[in-house]
């Protein structure tokens, strides 16, 4: 079982910064992909960003170039700099774990944490 718990959320005005990070505990294993996806009020669940425990990264279309995801392997955290926010961009985010144990795949969602951008 793998944990995971999203902070760093809140009120932003257009333009401005906000910095999630998501700490994972539990039975983790190598390699795994930390990611990030996010779900405004009546809309699907979205991709934005995932990083694999080797660096490597990939971004939505619509936040390339305006969000860095990032990872401490040491800590088990993802985090995702958000920067040039848009009030598109407010949803609730949420953390992903996609990994195997032993050859069997596993994933697993936090909770979330809400993004408002607003003025």
């Known amino acids: 079982q793998v944990q995971l718990v999203e902070s760093g959320g809140g009120l932003v005005q257009p333009g401005g910064s906000l910095r999630l990070s998501c700490a994972a505990s539990?039975?983790?294993?190598?390699?795994?992909?930390m990611g990030w996806y996010r779900q405004a009020p009546g809309k699907q669940r979205e991709y934005v960003a995932s990083i694999t425990s080797g660096g490597s990264t990939n971004y939505a279309d619509s936040v390339k170039g305006r969000f860095t995801i990032s990872r401490d392997n040491a800590k088990n955290t993802v985090y995702l700099q958000m920067n040039s926010l848009n009030p598109e961009d407010t949803a609730v985010y949420y953390c992903?774990?996609?990994?195997?144990?032993?050859?069997?795949?596993?994933?697993?969602w936090g909770q979330g944490t809400l993004v408002t951008v607003s003025p």
């Open positions: 539990g039975s983790i294993f190598n390699p795994n992909t």
């Open positions: 992903h774990i996609d990994g195997a144990s032993w050859g069997f795949p596993y994933n697993y």
